[in-house]
């Protein structure tokens, strides 16, 4: 999965990550990723501030399944530009951003419980 249009078309937990890259389903991929009920999606962000109300447009399109989407800062946390936390509002969704690693962790628990859960990761540098 080294382009960003392609996908694993199940949504599954993150088995592991590293510096670029991620594990998920026995299978590695290169670069960030969206975690969505669609599957596992390559994501073009690099860093923060490529994230954007475009940068998440598969976002916006599954957002009826969805309740929370957490966001996977690399290694530093970021505020959510305010405009951006009202369009995720507005579309129904509560936001929360947060370092990576913890990212993963959290979206993996919630998946677990059963929750209607997303992930935008951003790999780490």
């Given at each position: 999965?080294?382009?960003?249009?392609?996908?694993?078309?199940?949504?599954?937990?993150?088995?592991?990550?590293g510096?670029?890259?991620?594990?998920?389903?026995?299978?590695a991929?290169?670069?960030?990723?969206?975690?969505l009920?669609?599957?596992?999606?390559g994501?073009?962000?690099?860093t923060?501030?490529?994230?954007?109300?475009?940068?998440?447009?598969?976002?916006?399109?599954?957002?009826?399944?969805?309740?929370?989407?957490?966001?996977?800062?690399?290694?530093?946390?970021w505020?959510i530009?305010d405009?951006?936390r009202w369009r995720?509002?507005?579309a129904?969704?509560?936001?929360?951003?947060?370092?990576?690693?913890?990212?993963?962790?959290?979206?993996?628990?919630?998946?677990?419980?059963?929750?209607?859960?997303?992930?935008?990761?951003?790999?780490?540098?």
């Open positions: 999965m080294a382009t960003p249009d392609a996908h694993l078309p199940r949504q599954v937990p993150i088995e592991g990550y510096h670029g890259f991620f594990h998920f389903a026995g299978m991929s290169d670069g960030s990723i969206l975690a009920p669609s599957g596992i999606h994501w073009a962000p690099r923060t501030a490529e994230i954007d109300e475009a940068a998440l447009a598969l976002v916006f399109a599954e957002a009826s399944a969805l309740e929370l989407l957490i966001i996977g800062t690399g290694t530093e946390p505020a530009p405009a951006l995720l509002r507005d129904g969704l509560a936001v929360d951003a947060m370092p990576t690693r913890p990212a993963a962790s959290t979206y993996n628990v919630l998946l677990d419980e059963g929750r209607p859960v997303a992930a935008a990761l951003l790999a780490l540098p």
